[in-house]
């Protein structure tokens, strides 16, 4: 009964491969989050999306496409990766109305690693 | 834009001492102010959220957070710590008008507990 589920958990792909990840929260969230965090721990937002509709892009290369296909689900497509894209990637949802109430909740995490 | 700091990149304690870990935000309006905890190869669970009323909240695992408006400051505090304890501590502001509203976090503190 995980409330925000990402996979995979870890993924090791070579540059210039294209992969996805995937995210699905049963918590009836209308909002959903992806954050990347880098080495150094910061967190930043990279998308979000309400109802299936982008919300947010916060000048996230092109390589990076996330798609919601319903309000559950949310992935992120990467294409051509390149070394610098290693990080960890957080899905993370929340209602948009009621957020300041219950905070988000975040997805244990996806550690990309590009060789 | 709203920015939050956290000014201590690592703290060590030992165990049973009391603990306070600094956080400093900038935002124009009332803001919404959350603590996040993250363990070693896990994603963040919330520990306590602040947007109005009391400005003493307490949260989960014995933690208190008091807001200050005119330092501009949500500092956690926890009287007695707990080697469990040890982990990254993250806090965030809620930033963004409500349809595209998103966490702001500083960049992190990292909690090392001294047995």
């Known amino acids: 009964d995980t409330a925000v589920s990402q996979t995979p958990k870890y993924l090791v792909t070579q540059m210039g491969n294209d992969k996805s990840i995937k995210c699905e929260q049963n918590l009836g969230h209308d909002t959903m989050y992806w954050y990347k965090q880098d080495s150094k721990k910061f967190l930043k937002i990279m998308f979000s999306?309400?109802?299936?509709?982008?919300?947010i892009n916060e000048t996230v290369p092109n390589r990076f496409s996330p798609k919601s296909p319903d309000k559950a689900h949310l992935n992120l497509h990467i294409n051509s990766l390149e070394l610098g894209d290693s990080a960890v990637y957080f899905c993370a949802s929340s209602h948009r109305l009621s957020y300041f109430n219950y905070g988000y909740t975040f997805g244990s995490g996806t550690r990309l690693t590009v060789v | 834009a709203q920015s939050v700091t956290q000014p201590d990149i690592h703290i060590t304690v030992s165990e049973g001492a009391s603990l306070e870990l600094r956080c400093n935000y900038s935002y124009g309006a009332t803001p919404y102010l959350f603590w996040y905890v993250q363990s070693p190869g896990q994603g963040l669970q919330l520990l306590l959220k602040y947007f109005s009323g009391d400005t003493l909240v307490q949260g989960i695992k014995g933690f208190e957070a008091e807001f200050k408006r005119s330092q501009s400051s949500f500092n956690l505090r926890k009287p007695s710590v707990h080697w469990s304890d040890a982990a990254e501590y993250f806090c965030?502001?809620?930033?963004?008008?409500?349809?595209?509203?998103?966490?702001?976090f500083g960049q992190g503190t990292r909690l090392t507990i001294n047995p």
């Open positions: 965030a502001v809620g930033a963004g008008i409500q349809g595209a509203q998103k966490l702001v």
């Open positions: 999306y309400n109802n299936k509709e982008l919300i």
